[in-house]
C-alpha cells in the first residue's frame, strides 16, 4: 500500500498556480499567444459583463465524495503501484492513451489543492458593435507569468510538463492470466512438468479418499456438504434473491444517470448524496434479508460476496458517469462562450472548432491540450482596446484547446483484436444495454469502453465450465473429509470451560493448517483462474489480467495488489485516489482508510460464516500495515527471500488460526 511519506505543508498559491500552469500541453502557436497576452494584462472596471468560467470547484460539504484523482508519481512503494505490461490492443479513452502517474508539483504528500475558478469575463464597449474587451484578475496573470517561464524552463528537453488528469489511472489492454493456456508465456514455460504433477496428485488424492471412505462406509464420499449447498428450499430462494439483486439494480442507476446527464439533477449537488443513500438502502436490505431467512452460512456468503461486488459496480459506474456529467455540463459553457467569442470578431475567426465528438473526426487527431482542470485560461488587454484580429485567434485557439480536452474525456476508442474499433461518447452510453453489459463483465471498475476479442472461442468455454466444476468437486471434498469433522469437534468443546478450550486450541490449529491451506489456493484458482476467465470469453473481454504473481511476494502490500486485481483497481480509483482529493488527506491516512474497508468487509464475510462478530480477521488486516512498515526498514528491505518467506508463513497460518479463533473462542 502506500508509502509513509512525511508530510509536507501546502504551497503559496503562486506554487499551486504554476504546478497547474506547468501542467499545460501546447503547440507552439499557443506558446506565442501567452506571451503576447501577457504583456498587455491589465485591470479594468466593468462595464458590461458576461461571465463566463468553469464551473466553480466544489466545497469539501458539497463536493462528490468520489472526486477524481490528481495524478502523481508514484514511489516504488505505492498503494497504487501499477506497473502494467506493454500490449498491442489497449482499451483507453483519449485522455489516458498515454496513461502514467504525472507529477504534483506541491510535494508528494501535500493534499492536492482544488482548482479555483478563475473569473474571465468578456465586456462589450459601450457604443460598439462586435467589439469586446476581456478582463481578469491578477491570479490569472500570475499564471499565465508561470506558465510561460516553465515552458522556457522546460525548452530544449525532452521532458514534456505533465498535465493534471482525472480517472487517469488505471489502463485496460489485451492481457492473459498468469495459468491461462492461452497466455504465450505461460506455453513457453519451463515448469510446465511440476503443474502436471500438481494436478496429477490432486487427483490419485482423491482417488485414495474415496476408496477409503467406500471400505469404511460403503459410499465413496459423504455428502453432508452437498446437503447444504443444495438444500431445495434454501437453495430456489437464494438463486431467485440473487437475480433480483443482480438485474434490479438497473432500474435505478441508470434512471439516476440520464436524469443528471439531462440536467435534471446536478451530481455534485444532489445526485452523489441519493447514489450514496442508495448503495447503503442496498447493501443493509440485503443483510437483513439474509437475517430474515435464516440461511446456512453457504447460501449466506455467496449472497453477501455478489451483493458487495455488484455495490462496487455500481458506485464506479455512478461516480464515473456523474463525473462526466460536469465535463459535459463545461463543454456546453465553452461552446456558448466560443460562440460568443467568434461572433466578436467573425472575419478574425478560424473555422469552428472540430470537435472529437463528431464520428468524423477519429479520437486519435483531435489536440490533448489543456490549460488546467476545469479552467478556462484567457488573457486580458488593456482598457477600452478592442480585439483585434491576431488577439481574437489567440483566444480562440485557447478555448478550442479546452473543448478539445473536455471532447477527450467525453469520448472512448476501444480498439478489438480484428483491428476494427468502438467508439462511444458521453451520454450515448447511458442505456440499459450497456449498463446490463457493464454488470456482466468481469470487472468492477467502470469505463466508456474496454478491450474486446472479435468471437467466442467455445472451446475455451467448455474447458473452463469442465475445470470449474472439477475444483468445486475437489473444495466439496476437501472441506467435508479434512475441515467439516474439526468443526464437529469444535462445537463439541463449546460445553467446556474456556481453560479446556485453549488447551485444545493448538491441536485444532495443526489439524487444520493443511485443508485451510488447500481450500485457500483451490479457492483463488477457481474464482480468479477460471471463473473470472470464463466470463471474459462469454462477454469477449479481452483485458484478462486478474491477478499479479501474489506467490512471489516480499511484502504485504505487494500482495494486497496482486491477489485481486479487480477489487484492488476499485479501491484504488474510488478509495484511496477518491479520499485524497476529496477529504484532501495525505497518502498514508488514506491507505489507512483503504485497508479499514477492506478489512471490515471481511469481517462482514466473517460474520456471514460463523454468526460471530469478533473482529479477529479485522485486526489481523490491520496489523499488516505495520508489517509493511517493517519491510520497509534496513532490516529487511532487498532481502526477498526473508520477505516471501515471512509471507508464506503468514499464508499458511493466518487462515487456520483466524478460523479456529472463531470456531473456539
Known amino acids: 500500500m502506500a508509502s509513509s511519506v512525511a508530510s509536507a505543508p501546502p504551497p503559496p498559491p503562486t506554487a499551486a498556480l504554476s504546478s497547474r500552469s506547468s501542467s499545460s500541453s501546447s503547440t507552439g502557436s499557443t506558446d506565442s499567444s501567452y506571451s503576447d497576452l501577457v504583456g498587455q494584462i491589465s485591470s479594468t472596471s466593468p462595464v458590461f459583463t458576461d461571465v463566463f468560467t468553469a464551473p466553480p470547484a466544489a466545497t469539501s460539504s458539497s463536493a462528490s465524495p468520489d472526486t477524481p484523482p490528481i495524478s502523481r508519481t508514484p ?25 502514467s502517474h504525472a507529477a504534483v508539483a506541491t510535494g508528494d504528500d501535500a493534499p492536492p489543492t482544488a482548482d479555483p475558478g478563475i473569473p474571465v469575463k468578456l465586456e462589450k464597449v459601450p457604443g460598439g458593435k462586435k467589439k469586446y474587451v476581456l478582463r481578469l484578475d ?18 530544449g528537453d525532452d521532458k514534456k510538463p505533465t498535465r493534471r488528469r482525472r480517472f487517469g489511472d488505471l489502463v485496460f489492454t489485451q492481457r492473459f492470466s498468469a495459468f491461462d493456456r492461452a497466455n504465450p508465456e505461460n506455453a513457453k514455460s519451463p515448469y510446465h512438468g511440476f503443474f502436471v504433477l500438481i494436478w496429477l496428485g490432486v487427483f490419485i488424492l482423491m482417488l485414495k479418499t474415496a476408496a477409503e471412505n467406500y471400505r469404511a462406509r460403503g459410499r465413496i464420499f459423504d455428502i453432508d456438504i452437498l446437503a447444504i449447498m ?70 449466506s456468503v455467496f449472497i453477501v460476496l455478489h451483493c458487495i461486488v455488484i455495490l462496487m459496480k455500481q458506485h464506479s459506474y455512478a461516480f464515473y458517469n456523474g463525473y462526466l456529467s460536469e465535463v459535459h455540463k463545461r463543454r456546453s459553457v465553452l461552446t456558448q462562450k466560443l460562440a460568443q467569442l467568434q461572433d466578436a470578431g467573425a472575419d478574425a475567426m478560424p473555422t469552428a472548432h472540430s470537435t472529437a465528438l ?85 470487472t468492477v471498475v467502470y469505463e466508456l469502453t474496454y478491450p474486446r476479442q472479435a468471437s467466442i472461442n467455445w472451446y475455451y468455454v467448455a474447458e473452463k465450465a469442465g475445470a470449474t466444476f472439477g475444483v468445486l468437486g475437489i473444495m466439496i471434498v476437501v472441506s467435508q473429509h ?79 495488489r496482486d491477489w485481486n486485481k479487480p477489487v484492488h483497481a476499485f479501491l484504488l480509483r474510488h478509495v484511496y485516489h477518491s479520499s485524497i482529493s476529496t477529504l484532501r488527506i495525505s497518502r498514508k491516512s488514506a491507505t489507512l482508510i483503504t485497508f479499514l474497508l477492506s478489512a471490515l468487509v471481511h469481517e462482514l464475510v466473517m460474520w456471514c460464516i460463523f454468526k460471530k462478530l469478533r473482529g479477529y480477521l479485522l485486526l489481523a488486516q490491520m496489523g499488516q500495515l505495520p508489517l509493511v512498515a517493517l519491510s520497509r526498514t534496513r532490516l529487511l528491505s532487498g532481502r526477498e527471500t526473508v520477505g516471501n518467506v515471512m509471507f508464506w508463513v503468514g499464508i499458511w497460518t493466518g487462515p487456520s488460526f483466524l478460523s479456529a479463533s472463531y470456531l473456539i473462542l
Open 75 to 99: 514511489s516504488p512503494d505505492d498503494f497504487d503501484d501499477e506497473r502494467l505490461p506493454a500490449r498491442t490492443l489497449t482499451s483507453t479513452s483519449s485522455r489516458s492513451r498515454s496513461r
Open 138 to 155: 491578477e491570479d490569472l496573470r500570475t499564471l499565465l507569468e508561470a506558465q510561460m517561464a516553465e515552458r522556457k524552463a522546460n525548452s
Open 230 to 299: 443444495f438444500e431445495p428450499n434454501q437453495l430456489t430462494d437464494c438463486l431467485l434473491t440473487d437475480t433480483v439483486i443482480f438485474y434490479g439494480c438497473t432500474l435505478w442507476c441508470v434512471p439516476l444517470q440520464r436524469a443528471v446527464a439531462s440536467g435534471k439533477l446536478s451530481w455534485n449537488r444532489s445526485g452523489w448524496i441519493l447514489q450514496t443513500v442508495w448503495q447503503a438502502l442496498y447493501l443493509g436490505g440485503v443483510i437483513g434479508y439474509i437475517l430474515y431467512k435464516d440461511w446456512r452460512w453457504i447460501q
Open 358 to 442: 463528431d464520428p468524423a473526426v477519429p479520437t486519435d487527431d483531435v489536440r490533448r491540450r489543456r490549460s488546467s482542470v476545469g479552467i478556462v485560461d484567457i488573457a486580458n488587454l488593456p482598457d477600452g482596446k478592442e480585439l483585434n484580429p491576431t488577439q481574437l485567434s489567440h483566444f480562440h485557439t485557447l478555448l478550442t484547446s479546452e473543448l478539445d480536452a473536455c471532447d477527450a474525456e467525453l469520448t472512448s476508442t476501444s480498439p478489438s483484436s480484428d483491428s476494427s474499433s468502438e467508439t462511444i461518447t458521453y451520454p450515448a452510453n447511458l442505456t440499459h444495454f450497456n449498463f446490463l453489459e457493464y454488470l456482466h463483465f468481469p
Open 482 to 560: 479434512w475441515i467439516y469433522p474439526v468443526v464437529m469437534d469444535c462445537n463439541a468443546l463449546h460445553a467446556l470451560p474456556m481453560s479446556a478450550r485453549l488447551s485444545e486450541f493448538p491441536w485444532i490449529l495443526l489439524r487444520l493448517i493443511f485443508p485451510f491451506m488447500a481450500e485457500y489456493i483451490l479457492v483463488w484458482y477457481l474464482i480468479w483462474e477460471l471463473i473470472l476467465n470464463l466470463l471474459g470469453e462469454l462477454t469477449r473481454f479481452s483485458d484478462r489480467g486478474f491477478y499479479g504473481p501474489w506467490w512471489n511476494s516480499t511484502t504485504w502490500d505487494a500482495f494486497a
